[in-house]
């Protein structure tokens, strides 16, 4: 899984080459990153009534998983890596969701609507 | 082989078996320090979310008054700046010094524009007395849209605090690139500093819709 080849430095010593990622894979993200950001300003100005707020979550989620991938080169990182990383939006999950499920349940009353 | 301590790369620390194993090291020390600004911001959006649900009025009626046009531009400025940070440590990591000090210089170009666009941003609410306090004008359910402005100040300041150190950590690795203390072997301060970087603009990456755009569409309720 990790693009690490092994080679022998100047000092003698073991090295793996970091992996370098193409830069034309850099543009594409960043083309992409731009591309999604006008569609969710399109997407904001049509009336979807709660799905706004969905598909704008969503949107945000791709940008920030293309970020994460490939930016910050998560995709080319180690397992102990990618679990920290995850570890931490489990976290947040929790946070968020742990939150929510008791906001949301509230029912009608707790709503202000005016 | 001659005695590994005279041979061994000058950056290499003693208890690291090699360079590499030495660079992991200080890559999961950045993203554990990232897990915890992520919760950190997350009780924002968290407490952002909470309110929205229970006044979804008095916040979209406070949300119409954000300027969609600046922070668009604004998000393409900082994505922009985070695609000059890749390219920063893309060069680091082949040895090109001057690429990376150009890259670094763009990096905190981008980085100072948008901070000049939230700077106008931010005075252009303070004349429409949009500051929450005793001055706080506002045509609706005024005691609400303070909530969603002092949310709006706290994220985006927070946020831009963030900038002004990501800034301010640019500019030392500019004088270490300049100094030549960066070698294809060794760039580790470029590398971190991008995952920070990075998660910056991420940050912004869910502050622009859930401010700016998700009660953009339909008429306002008053």
Do not use: C
Not at chain 1, 42 to 53: E, Q, T, Y
Not at chain 1, 76 to 92: D, E, H, N, R
């Amino acid at each position: 899984m990790t693009a690490h080849a092994t080679m022998i430095d100047a000092n003698g010593e073991m090295q793996a080459a970091k992996h370098l990622v193409p830069v034309r894979v850099y543009f594409t993200i960043f083309a992409l990153l731009m591309v999604l950001t006008g569609v969710t300003v399109g997407v904001s100005f049509i009336d979807l009534g709660p799905w706004n707020s969905v598909v704008a979550i969503v949107i945000a989620v791709v940008k920030m998983l293309l970020v994460v991938l490939y930016f910050m080169h998560v995709r080319y990182s180690t397992k102990l890596t990618w679990a920290v990383v995850a570890g931490g939006f489990f976290w947040l999950l929790l946070l968020l969701g742990l939150t929510l499920a008791d906001y949301l349940t509230r029912g009608p009353g707790w709503l202000h609507y005016g | 082989m001659a005695g590994a301590h005279a041979t061994h790369h000058p950056k290499l620390q003693h208890h690291f078996d090699n360079l590499d194993q030495q660079f992991e090291a200080s890559a999961l020390g950045m993203w554990l320090f990232l897990v915890t600004e992520i919760l950190f911001f997350g009780g924002l959006f968290l407490a952002y979310m909470v309110y929205r649900i229970q006044y979804p009025d008095a916040f979209a009626q406070a949300s119409h008054h954000l300027n969609v046009v600046m922070g668009g531009i604004n998000t393409g400025v900082l994505i922009g700046s985070s695609l000059t940070m890749a390219m920063a440590v893309w060069a680091a990591q082949l040895g090109k010094r001057e690429a990376q000090m150009a890259f670094l210089v763009l990096t905190m170009v981008l980085g100072i524009a948008f901070l000049g666009i939230k700077a106008v941003e931010y005075s252009h609410k303070f004349e429409e007395g949009l500051i929450p306090g005793a001055n706080f004008r506002f045509d609706g359910d005024a005691q609400h849209a303070q909530l969603f402005f002092s949310l709006y100040f706290v994220m985006t300041g927070l946020h831009a605090l963030h900038m002004v150190i990501g800034l301010a950590i640019m500019a030392v690795l500019f004088v270490m690139a300049y100094k030549g203390r960066f070698t294809k072997a060794y760039h580790t301060p470029v590398e971190v500093s991008g995952l920070y970087w990075h998660f910056v603009d991420i940050v912004w990456i869910f502050l622009f819709p859930l401010l700016y755009l998700i009660d953009r569409h339909g008429p306002v309720v008053h």
